[in-house]
């Protein structure tokens, strides 16, 4: 039985009303993303035209996603928002806090006894709030959720970047911070900036090698990673509808990787058999009888330039494979010109470890494809040359490959099956090196790969690709190898050729699954006691923020000013510190400390302008705050890119930072900011970043008089008596300026819902 069939239902019930009275308002035809935005208008916003990239509007998403890492710090901000349940369909999936060491048992034995504290909370206050709960080894948020949850034309919110998995099947799926959540599930309107819209026309067929993944891999290198910030990915043309559900999915998770705000792809046949093969004909048959809704209208596609704000055209029919990185996933390389750049940007040639799976990349389709490789490699007598790691989606995924003997295949040639979960995706990886340290290269068929991000080594090469490719890789053992044209040594000493990889889009025998791993709410969790140990150090009950004053935006000091890229990977790392993500004072302690110091080059090693000394930014945020001294914190293009874990905002809130000034940020990071109650601030001029010095005082002299579309005015007074001055701007609206007035977006949900 599918999950909310009701609530369905009565969205498709309503829909073609709904977007009629749209396209009537409109006056012209509708992308699809305007048909699900304009059809989940909360009823605080009403139905008219909003302006693209200016209006902020809010709406009322059909469900809640959360995982583990961060749904600790969500729900905890949930229980101080007085609601008794929650108000939307909402889950919590365990994936993120399971280490990839040894095997799939073995490691998630491991994680149950370590991370028992942390399930224990999360099963209780998902019991208590009426929350569905996947247990660990369910198998990854954002599979789960295409698996169960997602359905064309729908509007969801996750508390993972990644969520945008859900354009597999027609969603608008966003990923946001945890306070986000809490509006949504407290039954307040969710709020966001009226997106631009980017269309992408795919023509043509993938064959051969090119997979659904060369893509997003392809796009990523025209639109970089902040090209898509503030806009919606809708990707059409014969192409997109040749594509199969799951390869749908791999393309809009990761649009996370451009900075979109979300991807979507129209309702289709691929998406009706995805349904109906996992147990949701019921969801197929509404669908399919309201198919016109569920798309763009015909008008949009056949003249995209009218209503897209940008279009892109990509030819399937010669699209290469791919290869990202490394240490960005929009640097973009054609196979064809690959092993060039590897010799001639010192790449490490050979490839140590090549890992398949992931929320990315775990479909039947894309495992079966690289089977085909595994089962290749053993015919023509050849053996896997470097390190090979196989990581499911979902239990449900494990259970029918390995029932077609599409484990076993992989194990021939030595491949090691991890549990269903995040693992080396985020840097959960016990990886086997016998130096941590020293420079070589991996490659994965993850969404990202940015420094330290898999295994915390900075000497680390992570490249991207599709799981054929990373397949191929792993059994030739080379950076410079080209499965599409170079021969490989087998073990007679015979040239043999990889043929190109095979698959099916669906189990032929079906999907099958003994324990999926779902575990539903009680009905009535009034009497759920939901503990906390005070001694814990997992796990922390929340103090509300206070609100930052016209006074203490007076003479701070600078904490740290960021140089380059800086992503929440160096903000609030992940790896090690997932371990804390429910305990606000201990993760704090990783605060901006993998960012780099403008002023020495150097991570975690800043000037504490009171002492003279140098010192761990946490240390030097936290003498500054115990000493009531606000501090202040500069940054370069795109701060915040990569997570939505709020973490990122919240620990320096935590720390006394009370402002943020960067050249631009990242969507979900500046919402992050806000909602906490800070200053996420911009310059005018991005040339006035080079003014600041690390012993200045900054004050923001006009905070008081802080309105929309207002900037506001910076003062650097410098130690030897000079001073600078310019004007920073903001995209706050009143509603915005609202939660710092109040300390918080949650200070002012209380108050709300205790009227």
């Not at 809640?64 to 890492?69: C, E, I, L, S, T």
């Not at 490659?443 to 898999?454: G, V, W």
């Not at 001029?685 to 929309?708: H, L, T």
Request: hydrophobic share 40%; glycine share 10%; with cysteine.
């Amino acid at each position: 039985m599918p999950f909310d069939l009701d609530m369905i239902a009565a969205y498709y019930k309503s829909l073609p009303a709904k977007v009629e009275a749209a396209r009537k308002m409109l006056g012209r035809p509708m992308t699809l993303a305007e048909k699900i935005l304009y059809t989940h208008l909360h009823e605080e916003s009403p139905l008219q035209e909003y302006k693209k990239g200016k209006d902020y509007v809010f709406f009322a998403p059909d469900r809640v996603a959360m995982q583990d890492a961060t749904a600790q710090m969500a729900l905890l901000q949930f229980m101080v928002a007085g609601r008794d349940k929650v108000a939307v369909p909402s889950t919590v999936h365990c994936d993120h806090l399971i280490q990839a060491k040894v095997g799939a048992d073995e490691d998630l034995a491991i994680a149950n006894d370590v991370n028992a504290e942390v399930y224990d909370f999360l099963t209780s206050v998902s019991n208590k709030y009426g929350i569905g709960f996947w247990k660990p080894g369910a198998g990854i948020i954002h599979q789960i959720v295409l698996e169960n949850y997602a359905f064309p034309g729908g509007m969801m919110i996750g508390t993972d970047s990644h969520t945008p998995n859900g354009a597999g099947l027609g969603m608008i799926a966003i990923g946001v911070g945890g306070a986000d959540a809490v509006d949504v599930m407290a039954g307040m309107p969710w709020e966001l900036k009226m997106p631009k819209l980017i269309g992408i026309k795919l023509t043509g067929k993938l064959s051969g090698w090119t997979s659904s993944k060369d893509v997003i891999l392809k796009v990523a290198g025209i639109l970089t990673v902040k090209g898509g910030t503030g806009a919606i990915v809708e990707y059409f043309g014969e192409g997109a509808e040749s594509l199969s559900c799951t390869g749908k999915g791999t393309i809009g998770n990761m649009g996370a990787e451009i900075g979109a705000t979300t991807s979507t792809f129209g309702y289709d046949e691929s998406m009706s058999r995805y349904l109906r093969a996992t147990d949701r004909a019921e969801i197929a048959d509404m669908a399919d009888k309201v198919a016109e809704h569920l798309t763009g209208d015909a008008e949009c596609y056949a003249h995209p330039e009218k209503y897209f704000d940008q279009v892109i055209e990509i030819d399937l029919s010669t699209l290469e494979p791919h290869i990202n990185g490394p240490y960005t996933p929009d640097r973009a390389w054609p196979i064809s010109e690959f092993a060039a750049a590897v010799k001639e940007h010192d790449f490490p040639p050979v490839l140590e470890v090549g890992l398949i799976g992931s929320c990315t990349n775990s479909s039947y389709e894309d495992l079966d494809r690289a089977a085909s490789l595994a089962r290749q490699a053993k015919a023509k007598n050849l053996k896997v040359k470097s390190e090979f790691t196989v990581t499911p989606g979902s239990e449900q995924i494990r259970y029918t490959v390995e029932r077609d003997g599409i484990l076993e295949a992989f194990e021939e040639i030595g491949g090691v099956v991890l549990a269903n979960a995040c693992g080396p995706c985020i840097g959960q990886w016990a990886r086997h090196t016998d130096d941590p340290n020293r420079a070589n290269s991996i490659i994965t068929s993850f969404n990202r790969n940015f420094a330290k991000r898999n295994d915390g080594n900075a000497a680390t090469r992570a490249f991207v690709a599709s799981p054929e490719l990373v397949t191929a890789m792993a059994i030739s053992g080379s950076m410079t190898f080209n499965p599409l044209t170079d021969t490989l040594t087998n073990e007679n000493g015979e040239q043999v050729k990889l043929d190109p990889p095979t698959g099916v889009e669906l189990p032929p025998k079906g999907f099958a699954v003994e324990d999926a791993g779902f575990i539903a709410p009680m009905e009535d969790g009034s009497g759920v006691n939901v503990s906390v140990d005070p001694n814990s150090d997992r796990i922390q009950l929340l103090t509300p923020f206070k609100p930052i004053t016209q006074n203490q935006v007076q003479d701070m000091r600078v904490l740290i000013k960021a140089k380059g890229k800086c992503t929440t990977d160096h903000i609030s790392m992940a790896g090690p510190w997932l371990t804390y993500r429910g305990h606000l004072e201990n993760i704090s302690q990783n605060c901006y400390i993998g960012a780099i110091n403008y002023f020495n080059d150097q991570a975690n090693k800043v000037l504490n302008a009171e002492t003279g000394e140098y010192g761990p930014v946490p240390d030097t945020a936290l003498y500054y705050r115990n000493n009531g001294i606000g501090s202040v914190i500069f940054g370069e293009e795109n701060l915040g890119e990569g997570s939505s874990r709020e973490h990122a905002a919240m620990e320096p809130r935590f720390l006394g930072v009370h402002a943020v000034i960067v050249k631009s940020f990242a969507r979900i990071h500046e919402t992050n900011l806000k909602k906490q109650g800070m200053l996420a601030l911009t310059f005018v001029n991005p040339a006035d970043y080079e003014k600041v010095r690390q012993d200045d005082k900054v004050s923001i002299i006009d905070f008081d008089s802080m309105a929309p579309g207002k900037n506001l005015t910076v003062v650097l007074d410098h130690a030897d008596g000079t001073q600078d001055r310019f004007e920073v701007a903001h995209t706050y609206n009143q509603a915005q300026i609202g939660w710092v007035k109040a300390g918080s977006a949650l200070n002012q949900i209380k108050e709300e819902l205790a009227k």
